[in-house]
């Protein structure tokens, strides 16, 4: 069980030690620790709604049922939508914001009465409409949908249908009704990324399932009347199940994730690249993503990062909600000392290798190997210090400790879950932890175990 989030009284101390400016540095992925999660899904659609800022996702696959569940993420949690209608539960469906309504799009996808659903739907942040245009494009799952927030129309491409097998098909929506466009564009193909490029104001395509077993490398722009092919000097390698976003605030388009072969372990990708509207360019994360495959990726205008949610991990799914962005200055975590071992060895002081300590965002430490009936305790300072424990052996106290705080051990590990306030002042300051383990089961006179040290220097994004 986690401790509950709290800011440390301690920190208000040093606020006044301000760290010196440092120019931005490089990007990160961060996971959102503390976040409340919506029931883990594979294949739902996200996308960011403008007109509300915030993010909507709607519906998915889990242990093979559908899910018809509404999401919406401002910035700092997840709230469950009660719409008094809402679209069948369904996967493999796309969604994408609707400029000239100023609601979410949402269309197509697999249900359990039709495996080519053909309807159009508008969620205005509380209920969805199922909508009726004159023309439509026909059903399909895994097509690719984007928000052209120029011309003022939602770009469709693409997508499967068992009766007609891989789709090539350009279709706009205008607000009221679809309409089909150039036949001439890239080869028929599904399970494509797709976003629109506000910078350059031109819709961009990368990828998708053309052939058995084989995912294309090409990146393609619609302007809104042609497809043109480019020809970067570096791409993404071939992939499936990856999800893309566009960075409104770097002007990036950005792709993470995905899985070439199969969803084995051996065949998933963890790298990140991004587009600049000449060239991918793989970048080199601070702390790498926690979501693998079959995740959602969208831009999130309270916060001015991508977000991502869920995906599969080693066959699992994730309950999970990071970030992506460029951060100003980097945190550091720095190991120190020695411990000294109760019954089951030595405790750990651990941090998720997703999360880092930023200034105004949540973060979690754990205090690890804490043997049946110990009692963990996470000693937290405002600096370093080597100090031998009376009564031990071996035993060395790391931390000044002003602040301890007494966890509560599920299988062997306990978890805190720490608050850091957004003042810029704290940037570059460290704070100083060590577990201690008490009726560690200790060869020593007071029957404790404490861990190595480990410092922690906040970062700034």
């Given at each position: 069980m986690a401790s509950k989030p709290t800011p440390l009284p301690l920190l208000s101390t040093i606020a006044v030690l301000a760290a010196p400016a440092i120019s931005q540095s490089g990007v990160s992925w961060n996971l959102l620790s503390g976040v409340q999660?919506?029931?883990?899904?594979?294949?739902?659609?996200?996308?960011?709604?403008?007109?509300?800022?915030?993010?909507?996702?709607?519906g998915g696959l889990l242990n093979?049922?559908?899910?018809?569940?509404?999401?919406?993420?401002?910035?700092?949690?997840?709230?469950?939508?009660?719409?008094t209608q809402s679209p069948s539960a369904r996967y493999r469906h796309a969604m994408a914001f609707d400029?000239?309504?100023?609601?979410?799009?949402?269309?197509?996808?697999?249900?359990?009465?039709?495996?080519?659903?053909?309807?159009?739907?508008?969620?205005?942040g509380v209920d969805w409409q199922q909508v009726a245009p004159s023309t439509s494009p026909p059903g399909r799952t895994d097509h690719a949908m984007a928000s052209d927030l120029v011309r003022q129309?939602?770009?469709?491409?693409?997508?499967?249908?068992?009766?007609?097998?891989?789709?090539?098909?350009?279709?706009?929506w205008d607000g009221t009704t679809w309409s089909q466009r150039s036949a001439v564009g890239p080869t028929p193909r599904y399970d494509a990324m797709m976003v629109y490029d506000l910078a350059r104001a031109e819709t961009v395509l990368h990828g998708g399932y053309v052939a058995t077993s084989v995912h294309q490398v090409d990146t393609w722009v619609?302007?809104?009347?042609?497809?043109?092919?480019?020809t970067p000097a570096h791409f993404p390698p071939s992939r499936g199940s990856a999800a893309i976003a566009f960075d409104l605030a770097r002007n990036l388009a950005v792709v993470s994730g995905g899985y070439r072969g199969g969803g084995n372990s051996s065949n998933v990708l963890l790298d990140t690249w991004e587009w600049d509207g000449v060239d991918w360019v793989e970048t080199t994360p601070l702390r790498e993503s926690a979501h693998w495959y079959a995740h959602g990726l969208a831009y999130d205008p309270v916060r001015g990062r991508t977000i991502a949610f869920c995906g599969s991990r080693n066959y699992s799914l994730l309950p999970v909600t990071s970030e992506y962005g460029a951060y100003g200055v980097a945190p550091v975590l720095t190991p120190n000392g020695s411990g000294c071992p109760g019954s089951t060895g030595v405790p750990l002081v651990f941090v998720n290798q997703f999360t880092s300590p930023w200034i105004g965002d949540k973060w979690n430490v754990?205090?690890?190997?804490?043997?049946?009936?110990?009692?963990?305790?996470?000693?937290?300072?405002?600096?370093?210090?080597?100090?031998?424990?009376?009564?031990?052996?071996?035993?060395?106290?790391?931390?000044?400790?002003?602040?301890?705080?007494?966890?509560?051990?599920?299988?062997?590990?306990?978890?805190?879950?720490?608050?850091?306030?957004g003042d810029p002042a704290l940037v570059g300051v460290s704070l100083?932890?060590?577990?201690?383990?008490?009726?560690?089961?200790?060869?020593?006179?007071l029957d404790i175990a404490v861990s190595a040290g480990l410092q922690a220097t906040m970062g700034m994004w």
């Open positions: 999660s919506p029931p883990v899904r594979a294949y739902f659609a996200m996308a960011t709604d403008h007109a509300r800022a915030q993010v909507a996702m709607f093979n049922g559908f899910l018809g569940d509404t999401w919406t993420w401002d910035g700092s949690a997840w709230t469950a939508a009660s719409p400029p000239v309504n100023a609601k979410m799009l949402l269309f197509g996808g697999y249900d359990t009465g039709s495996d080519n659903l053909q309807d159009t739907w508008l969620f205005d129309r939602v770009v469709l491409f693409g997508g499967f249908r068992p009766t007609s097998g891989r789709l090539g098909d350009t279709w706009e619609w302007d809104g009347t042609s497809w043109t092919e480019r754990e205090v690890r190997n804490v043997p049946a009936g110990g009692i963990p305790v996470l000693a937290i300072g405002l600096a370093a210090t080597s100090v031998p424990i009376p009564g031990t052996t071996g035993c060395t106290q790391l931390t000044t400790a002003e602040a301890p705080v007494l966890l509560q051990a599920v299988n062997g590990t306990g978890r805190w879950v720490q608050y850091l306030p100083h932890y060590q577990g201690v383990v008490l009726q560690a089961g200790s060869s020593n006179a």
